[in-house]
């Protein structure tokens, strides 16, 4: 049956729980019982918009700064944290290389972690060295994991956390005390 109406997309919550629903009306055959020439078709399409959006949503509002990258190494998305940290608006990041920041000598084993299809991808943290915009030094601590976005291409979620200061407590322990000789 073809369409012969708008396709609408509507959101409702249903005992608390946000559903979106997409109203379609379609001609019937008017030969049926019920005497009708078109009818509405309903269907729920909560886990394809509404889905995203709600993970979206948590993503913005995560303390850790997230950041998705598309098969051809851009970033897709960043979160306002992750906009925070790096400096710069969400906008003039989002299609961008996520390697920029990255400090030239962990750049091999950051890759890694970043490419869709990586064979070879790191399980747990990567600690590396990277700057922000205003060339302010951070150590982050960054995890990822592939999913498949809608275009069933490969993509990377990757998970950030600021971890500048106790990297470098660890750093002013780790050095040699200095004492005065006589």
């Known amino acids: 049956e073809e369409s012969v109406g708008a396709v609408i997309v509507a ?27 078109l009818a509405i078709e309903i269907r729920d399409v909560t886990h394809g918009i509404g889905e995203e959006n ?48 990255v400090h030239q000598d962990d750049r091999r084993r950051v890759a890694q972690l970043f490419r869709p299809g990586a064979r070879s ?7 590396y060295r990277a700057q922000n915009m205003r060339g302010i030094p951070l150590h982050l601590e960054a995890t990822a994991r592939e999913f498949y976005g809608p275009d069933d291409r490969p993509r990377v979620v990757v998970a950030r956390l600021d971890v500048t200061e106790p990297q470098n407590d660890r750093c002013a322990l780790a050095r040699p005390h200095q004492t005065g000789s006589t």
């Open 54 to 101: 709600h993970f979206r949503s948590l993503a913005d509002n995560m303390r850790d700064s997230i950041c998705e990258i598309g098969q051809d190494g851009r970033i897709l998305y960043v979160s306002p944290s992750y906009a925070e940290l790096f400096g710069g608006s969400t906008d003039h990041l989002v299609g961008s290389d996520p390697l920029v920041p």
């Open 11 to 37: 959101s409702f919550e249903k005992l608390g729980i946000p559903r979106w629903i997409e109203l379609d009306v379609v001609p019937v055959d008017p030969g049926s019982s019920d005497g009708a020439v």
């Open 121 to 127: 991808r790191r399980q747990g943290p990567l600690i």
